[in-house]
Structure formats: structure tokens, C-alpha cells
């Protein structure tokens, strides 16, 4: 059993600064790619930035330059600092991450639960 949780959403003002963590616990061998989506009352679930194991970075146009994905691999976290806050960037932040549970098996996609960001105008 893999399970992804996700912290540090809330409210913050336009301009203001969030970081997001999201750990991973459970029966894991390796993780591989790790990466972040948000969904936006209404919309669809878009993605928004992942990171490789070896720390290979991609992001959304919308919040290239605003946003920082990181991780630790030792403890299992990536980490999404959003700085530079708009209120277009309210939603849902989900976490998402290929895990390998063991030896020889193939990678499962596996998602958290949400963690709601709120940008104030």
C-alpha cells in the first residue's frame, strides 16, 4: 500500500507565497518521476510541473518563472514552491508519482489526495 499526502495549501494573498510538500509512504522500492496537478472549480485537471528522479525539472507555461518544484529523495517529498501568487492559480494541487513497490514489477501511477490553494485579490 502507497499512500501520497499532501500539506501546506491555504489562503494567501495575490503576489503572496506557498510551498506544498508531499510525502511518500508505504510499501516503495524507487520513485521515479514526481510531479504536481491542479484542478480549478469547473476546469479540467491540468499539470502543472514534475521532476525526474535525477532532478530533471519541466513546468506549465502559466507557472514557469512563479513556481519551483524540488524534492528529496531520501525522504520521498517533492516540494512546490509557488511564489508570485495569482488568483487564476486557485484550485486543487494534487501530488502524482511513479512508484516501484519492488524489485521486477512495473512502475504504479499513484495520486494524493488535494490540497486546496486559494489566491485572494
Known amino acids: 500500500q502507497v499512500q501520497l499526502v499532501e500539506s501546506g495549501g491555504g489562503l494567501v494573498q495575490a503576489g503572496g507565497s506557498l510551498t506544498l510538500s508531499c510525502a511518500a509512504s508505504g510499501r516503495i522500492f524507487l520513485i521515479n518521476t514526481m510531479g504536481w496537478y491542479r484542478q480549478a472549480p469547473g476546469k479540467q485537471r491540468e499539470w502543472v510541473a514534475d521532476?525526474?528522479?535525477?532532478?530533471?525539472?519541466n513546468y506549465a507555461d502559466s507557472v514557469k518563472g512563479r513556481f519551483t518544484i524540488s524534492r528529496d529523495n531520501a525522504k520521498n517529498t517533492v516540494y512546490l514552491q509557488m511564489n508570485s501568487l495569482k488568483p487564476e492559480d486557485t484550485a486543487v494541487y494534487y501530488c502524482?508519482?511513479?512508484?516501484?513497490?519492488?524489485?521486477?514489477?512495473?512502475?504504479?501511477?499513484?495520486w494524493g489526495q488535494g490540497t486546496q490553494v486559494t489566491v485572494s485579490s
Open positions: 502524482n508519482a511513479d512508484i516501484w513497490t519492488q524489485v521486477g514489477s512495473m512502475p504504479l501511477n499513484y
Open positions: 521532476i525526474t528522479r535525477g532532478g530533471n525539472t
